[in-house]
């Protein structure tokens, strides 16, 4: 079938380094995106990757695996208000045009 | 900040009225999305649209119809409202998806909707 997987939540130590997973099965692709998501707020951009690789950005750093379906995100130097739920997104579902989330994983980050 | 705004932020209504959420954006972009967002189950994609008049399905549109009569507005009604439309809506714009940069969507606020 057709699928967007990340795990529900995961727990970090301020300052560590904390890697979520996102893997796809899709009919098509057109590009992958990570957003961040505070409590109550509209999602943000985070980062893009349509070709295979490390795209880094700061503190962040996003990888992609189109042969395995595969996406990861990486957080360097965790601080507190980093605590917040991290969306995948997969672009090209059906055509160039849609775009479908993961159901997201909660991060908190504790001192 | 995308220039991109919602209304109304907040809105109750009841079971079987007709239901309209308007979404405005300033920045001239081509694509506009609506997602509600539920406990579980994440944001899920109801209607898109890629130009003026031209709109598609997403995976949960069943009861939810839409309308871009101009670039600038994109709008979603609700035939009929049901318990079960309850949730929080978010309008999303982007620039063509096919350059390869400025390829991300940008959020509104959101609107929470309560069907009692």
């Known amino acids: 079938g057709q699928n967007i997987d990340q795990p529900t939540e995961m727990t970090a130590t301020e300052g560590a380094i904390v890697q979520i997973n996102c893997t796809y099965q899709?009919?098509?692709?057109?590009?992958l995106f990570w957003y961040q998501q505070h409590a109550g707020e509209a999602p943000t951009f985070l980062s893009y990757?349509?070709?295979?690789g490390l795209e880094e950005k700061g503190r962040f750093s996003s990888f992609l695996s189109r042969s395995k379906g595969y996406s990861y995100l990486l957080l360097k130097e965790l601080q507190m208000k980093d605590s917040a739920s991290y969306l995948c997104?997969?672009?090209?579902?059906?055509?160039?045009?849609?775009?479908?989330f993961g159901a997201g994983t909660r991060l908190t980050v504790k001192p | 900040d995308a220039g991109i705004t919602q209304s109304p932020r907040h809105k109750v209504t009841e079971t079987g009225t007709p239901v309209t959420l308007r979404c405005h954006q300033t920045?001239?972009?081509?694509?506009m999305y609506w997602y509600r967002q539920d406990p579980g189950h994440g944001l899920r994609l109801i209607h898109y649209?890629?130009?003026?008049?031209?709109?598609d399905k997403g995976e949960v549109s069943d009861g939810y119809s839409v309308s871009r009569s101009k670039t600038e507005d994109f709008l979603l009604t609700l035939e009929s409202a049901t318990s079960s439309q309850t949730s929080v809506y978010f309008c999303?714009?982007?620039?063509?998806?096919?350059?390869?940069?400025?390829?991300?969507?940008?959020f509104g606020q959101g609107t929470r909707l309560t069907v009692v």
């Open positions: 999303a714009i982007s620039e063509s998806p096919l350059t390869g940069t400025n390829t991300e969507a940008f």
């Open positions: 899709t009919s098509g692709f057109n590009g």
């Open positions: 990757n349509v070709l295979d």
């Open positions: 997104a997969v672009r090209g579902w059906y055509n160039n045009n849609d775009m479908r």
């Open positions: 920045e001239n972009h081509r694509y």
């Open positions: 649209s890629y130009g003026v008049k031209d709109t």
